[in-house]
Nanobody, 115 residues
Framework: QVQLVESGGGLVQPGGSLRLSCAAS????????VAWYRQAPGKERDMVAA???????TYADSVKGRCSISRDNAKNTVYLQLNSLKPEDTAVYYC?????????WGKGTLVTVSS
């Protein structure tokens, strides 16, 4: 059974940083593309960043230059480093592994950026 578990969210002041983790079981993340999404209250879920199985990364314009996605294959974990956080980054952050036929999602971790 595939399970994705996000962690690392919390309350942070504007300008601060957080590193989110997406730990997987039942699937080897190194073999797949992995994406981070976020959903703010009342808004749609949008992609933040993605990393292909070969390591190519993609970022949303809203986080470009402030965000870094990476893998630790030994830990079967994908990370999302968020820097220079802004109040508009407040959202629940989810990781996703897209697969043919179905996508796997974690349950999310809440990031709140507030002073």
């Amino acid at each position: 059974q595939v399970q994705l578990v996000e962690s690392g969210g919390g309350l942070v002041q504007p300008g601060g940083s957080l590193r989110l983790s997406c730990a997987a079981s039942g699937i080897l993340l190194r073999s797949y593309a992995v994406a981070w999404y976020r959903q703010a209250p009342g808004k749609e879920r949008d992609m933040v960043a993605a990393i292909a199985s070969g390591g190519t990364t993609t970022y949303a314009d809203s986080v470009k230059g402030r965000c870094s996605i990476s893998r630790d294959n030994a830990k079967n974990t994908v990370y999302l480093q968020l820097n220079s956080l802004k109040p508009e980054d407040t959202a629940v952050y989810y990781c996703k592994v897209p697969r043919v036929g179905r996508d796997y999602w974690g349950k999310g971790t809440l990031v709140t950026v507030s002073s």
